[in-house]
C-alpha cells in the first residue's frame, strides 16, 4: 500500500529537507505545504496517512490545524514539530489527537522512527476495525442493527447470528449472562433488528418494582383508583406499545410478581389499576438476568413455567477473558473518544493477560480512568489500576524447580512456548501477550522447530 504523507510548515528550508528525508527513504506520495490555510481544503477530495504538522506558524497555528485534520479525517496519523519542547504544549497537541511530537532539528532516523510507529499503529488500528466489521457483516443480515457489539470471536458472531434469527419473531427472549457482558446493549440490538425497531424501547429495572406497586407502575392506573392517584398513568406496558419492554434482572423477582408477570405473557392482555377494560399487551418482551435460572427453578425461588415461558429464545452472552481477542477491538472502540488516547505496549500485554471478572463494563470502566490519568499521553500498566488478580495466563519463565541455572535464551525459550501453548497455539494473541511482532514471534517459533 502507498503511503501518503502530508507535510505543513512555514519554513520553506525545513520543509524541503523533511520532504528529502522522505524521499530517500523511498517514499514517494509527500504533499508538501507552507500555508497552513490552504492545507483544510486538501481533505476535501483526499486523506492522507501520516501528518507531520509544524506547531508555531503564522494565519493558523499547528494546533488549530490538528483540530481540523481530526475532525475530517480521523484516521490521519499527526505527528507534531516543535522549535522548543514545551511540555504544556505537547500535552495540548496530544490531546487534541496528535500521535507523537518532534523537536527541530530532527536527524533522519527520528524522522523515519516516528513514521514506522505511526504506520503501525494506523494499520493496527484499520485491522482491527476491518476483522470487527467483516466478521459482523458476513454473519448478519441487518450489521447496523448491531453495530454497538464489537466483535471478531466465533461464538459471539454465532449468538448474534441467533439474535437476530429471534428477533424477526414475536417470542419472548431471555438474555443471561455474567454482570457486565452487555445483556442490555444485546437487548437493544434484538429491537433494532426486529419489525419493532420503529417503536420505543423501554428498559425496566425490575429489581426496583415491589410486589405492592408492580400493577401500578407495570399496567398503570387511571384516577381515583386508590388514594393519591389524582390522573390517569400509563403503566410500562402502555409506553412500551408498539415496541420492545426490556425486564432487567428478572431472575431476582419475588414469586408475586413473577405469578403476575407470568399471566400477562400467557394471556397476552392487562388491567390498569381502577378500569374495568383489558388492554391487548402490543409489546416484544426481552428480559435478562445474571442468575443461572435452571438452579433457581430447582430451589424454588423461580417458577418452573415462567421459566419454560422463556427459555425457548435463550441468548447466553460469553465471558470477556472466553473472547479475549475481542479485548483490542474493545480497546480501540472505548479510547475513540479520547483525542491522543493510545496504549503503550506494556499496558496491551496487561489487559491481555488481565481475567476481566467484570467483563466488557470493567474494561470500559478501567480504559477510561486510564486515560484521564495519561492526560492525553500514552496509557501505560500504572494509569490502568488494575486489581492483583490471577492472571488468565501463566507467566513461565523461571528456571524450573531443579534449581539448575539456565541461559537467558533457554529461559526466554520456554517462556515463549509457555504462553503460545496457554493461548491454544494463537499467534496473535500470543505476540500480544508477549508485547512482541507477529513476525517476530513467527521468527522465533520456527527457531524454536515449533509450527
Known sequence: MKTSILVVDDETAFLDSVVRMLRIE????????????????????????????????????????????????????????????????????????????????????????????????????????????????????????????????????????????????????????????????????????????????????????????????????????????????????????????????????????????????QEGEYTPVGDTRSIRADVRFVAATNQDLEKQVLSRKFRKDLFYRLQFAHLRIPLLKDRAEDVPLLCERFLSGYAGARLSEEAAVALEAHDWPGNVRELKGVLEAAANLAAGGDIKPEHLRLPQRKSRISIVGATPKTGALEPLAEVERRHIISVYEATKNNKSQTARVLGIGLQTLHRKLKSFGVK
Not at 67 to 81: A, D, L, N
Not at 206 to 235: I, N, Q, R, Y
Open 26 to 265: 523511498g517514499f514517494e506520495h509527500i504533499t508538501a505545504m507552507d500555508n497552513p490555510t490552504n492545507v483544510p481544503p486538501l481533505f476535501d477530495d483526499q486523506t492522507f496517512d501520516i501528518a507531520f504538522l509544524d506547531i508555531t506558524m503564522p494565519e493558523m497555528d499547528g494546533l488549530d490545524l490538528l483540530k481540523i485534520i481530526k475532525e475530517r479525517s480521523p484516521e490521519t496519523e499527526c505527528v507534531m514539530i516543535t522549535a522548543n519542547d514545551s511540555i504544556p504544549m505537547v500535552i495540548q497537541a496530544v490531546r487534541r489527537g496528535a500521535y507523537d511530537y518532534l523537536v527541530k532539528p530532527i536527524m533522519p532516523e527520528q524522522l523515519i522512527h516516528t513514521m514506522d510507529r505511526a504506520l503501525e499503529r494506523r494499520r493496527l488500528m484499520e485491522s482491527l476495525i476491518l476483522k470487527s466489521s467483516r466478521a459482523v457483516k458476513k454473519t448478519l443480515d441487518n450489521p447496523e442493527a448491531f453495530r454497538d457489539i464489537v466483535t471478531g470471536d466465533r461464538n459471539m458472531l454465532r449468538l448474534l447470528h441467533e439474535a437476530e434469527l429471534h428477533a424477526g419473531s414475536t417470542i419472548p427472549i431471555l438474555v443471561t449472562g455474567d454482570t457486565g457482558v452487555g445483556k442490555e446493549l444485546m437487548a437493544r440490538a434484538i429491537h433494532a433488528a426486529s419489525r419493532r425497531a420503529s417503536g420505543p424501547f423501554v428498559p425496566v429495572n425490575m429489581l426496583a418494582l415491589s410486589p405492592t406497586l408492580f400493577e401500578s407502575e407495570f399496567f398503570g392506573h387511571v384516577k381515583g383508583a386508590f388514594t393519591g392517584a389524582d390522573k390517569d398513568k400509563v403503566g410500562y406496558l402502555g409506553k412500551a406499545h408498539g415496541g420492545t419492554l426490556f425486564l432487567d434482572e428478572i431472575g431476582d423477582l419475588s414469586l408475586e410478581i413473577q405469578g403476575k408477570l407470568l399471566r400477562i405473557l
